[in-house]
């Protein structure tokens, strides 16, 4: 399973940017999905979680009301849509996969990561 993430950039406070991840190599609808993210001198954290419909999904604290993660199997692609970005969003994002119905939470649930994308809010 190869994972591509795309779609970081610079963004003042208060923008908005959509990640992707492009999943290739099996049947992307057999697998679960996660997004991390991990700022400089911190430990690769959770930020949502989806299972293999659109209506099993996950958010940590920080990402309720301002993130939305979805699937589109057509197209083997997972979404992270984030919104009211703050300085501390700031980090480099990634995905990852794992076969099955459920997500998991700890990034030791999840064989087969992306690439990261690195995502930069201004104050």
């Known amino acids: 399973v190869q994972l591509q993430a795309s779609g970081g950039g610079l963004v003042q406070a208060g923008g908005s940017l959509r990640l992707s991840c492009a999943v290739s190599?099996?049947?992307?609808?057999?697998?679960?999905m996660g997004w991390f993210r991990q700022a400089a001198g911190h430990e690769r954290d959770l930020v949502a979680g989806?299972?293999?419909?659109?209506?099993?999904?996950y958010y940590e604290d920080f990402a309720k009301g301002r993130f939305t993660i979805s699937r589109d199997d057509a197209k083997s692609t997972v979404y992270l849509y984030m919104n009211s970005l703050n300085p501390e969003d700031t980090a480099v994002y990634y995905c990852?996969?794992?076969?099955?119905?459920?997500?998991?939470?700890?990034?030791?649930?999840?064989?087969?990561w992306g690439q990261g994308t690195l995502v930069t809010v201004s104050s």
């Open positions: 990852a996969a794992r076969r099955g119905r459920w997500f998991g939470v700890n990034e030791d649930e999840y064989p087969y």
């Open positions: 190599g099996r049947a992307f609808r057999n697998y679960a």
């Open positions: 989806i299972g293999w419909s659109n209506e099993i999904t």
